[in-house]
């Protein structure tokens, strides 16, 4: 079974990964962002230990297309999103709601969990990402 995270923000706001890392650790997450990659070209497997042990989700990035902004009603300066996508390891869950919700924090993005039909924005999105791994 696959779970998504998307992350709409505009391009101008993504963190680098570095300071993305800290902040996870800031927010009170025990994952540990690789800071080895580019926001806009990496696709794949990004590694986010938690607790020292392995885990991460596959990464997806690029832009927001005008059709797709307007069906969501999405801010104007919504240009570009992040997907976290992850299976069914429970590290997997925690690593991915802890880098989408810091991500949504860090950028003044909104945060959308497609399987709930749920968005969060700011704080909101940090509380509800330790309220779900609380939960695992």
Known sequence: MSYDLNVYLSRQEMPTPIDWG?????????????S???????K???PAPVRG?????EYYAGPVTADLAKKMKLNENINFTVMFAIGSRPLE???ALSAASVLTLLSGGVLVDPQE???YLGVDAIEWAHAQIART
């Open 36 to 42: 080895d990659f580019d926001v806009e070209a990496f």
């Open 53 to 57: 042990e392995m885990a991460g989700f």
């Open 93 to 95: 869950l925690v690593s």
């Open 117 to 119: 039909g749920k968005s």
């Open 22 to 34: 800290e902040a996870i650790v800031k927010a009170g997450f025990p994952v540990e962002l690789d």
């Open 44 to 46: 794949g497997f990004l």
